[in-house]
């Protein structure tokens, strides 16, 4: 079967192509992906954000900073992001507030890790 070059080219294309078609796909992230962006945006567009940086580089670290600590406290916890707080659309649970509280704090002073 493999004495001839071409027949050894088309099944390493064969294979090249299922190898592609089987593995191309990006594992599905429960939204995750989604929330994150909805949670920056908020954030960035908040006046939170406005009053307490000065550039849009400095809001864009310290959401994502706080976005960090609403990830790793959520993981424990299972609580989604609270998006509300910044987009002033509906409330936020007592304890989202209490770890965006803590989170604000540490990440306005410069300490970036949770």
Known sequence: MFRNPRS???VFVFASLAAL???SGDPPDGGRTDANR?????????????RNTGSTEAAVRVCSC???WHRKEGEATGRP?????YGGEGEAGAAAAAV?????ASC?????TP
């Open 8 to 10: 050894l080219l088309f």
């Open 21 to 23: 078609l089987l593995f």
């Open 38 to 50: 909805e949670f920056l945006a908020a954030c960035e567009a908040s006046p939170f954000a406005a």
């Open 66 to 68: 706080i976005l960090s």
């Open 81 to 85: 992001l609270p998006a509300a707080l």
């Open 100 to 104: 965006d509280e803590r989170a604000r």
């Open 108 to 112: 306005l002073s410069g300490r970036v």
